[in-house]
C-alpha cells in the first residue's frame, strides 16, 4: 500500500502558475508509472500527467491534449517525490489535482484544490 502526501495547490490568476508536490511513503518500488489527475464539478476525472519508469532508467512523459506545453511533470527518486509544474494556468484548470499510481494499478491521494480566476 502506498500513502501520498500533496501539497502546492491554491488560488491564482489566469496566466500564472503553481507546483503541486507528492510524497509517496510506503510500497513505492513495485509502481511503474506515477501521474496527476484532475476533476473539476460536474466531470470526471482525468489523467492530465503521467511519468513511465519510475523505478527504472527510462523517464518517459506523457500529457492531455490540454495541458500540453503548460504543465510538466517530474521526479525525484531520492525524495520519492513527483511534481506538477503549471504555468499558464487557464479558468478551466480549476480542479482537485490528485497525485496518482498509474500502473501497475490505480490509485489516488486525497487531492488539492487548485483555482484559477479570470
Known amino acids: 500500500q502506498v500513502q501520498f502526501v500533496e501539497s502546492g495547490g491554491g488560488l491564482v490568476q489566469a496566466g500564472g502558475s503553481l507546483r503541486l508536490s507528492c510524497a509517496a511513503s510506503g510500497n513505492t518500488f513495485s509502481i511503474d508509472a506515477m501521474g496527476w489527475y484532475r476533476q473539476a464539478p460536474g466531470k470526471q476525472r482525468e489523467l492530465v500527467a503521467r511519468?513511465?519508469?519510475?523505478?527504472?532508467?527510462?523517464?518517459?512523459?506523457d500529457y492531455a491534449d490540454s495541458v500540453k506545453g503548460r504543465f510538466t511533470i517530474s521526479r525525484d527518486n531520492a525524495k520519492n517525490s513527483v511534481y506538477l509544474q503549471m504555468n499558464n494556468l487557464q479558468p478551466e484548470d480549476t480542479a482537485v489535482y490528485y497525485c496518482s499510481i498509474v500502473a501497475p494499478y490505480t490509485a489516488w491521494g486525497q487531492g488539492t484544490q487548485v483555482t484559477v480566476s479570470s
Open positions: 511519468l513511465d519508469g519510475v523505478n527504472s532508467r527510462t523517464n518517459y512523459a
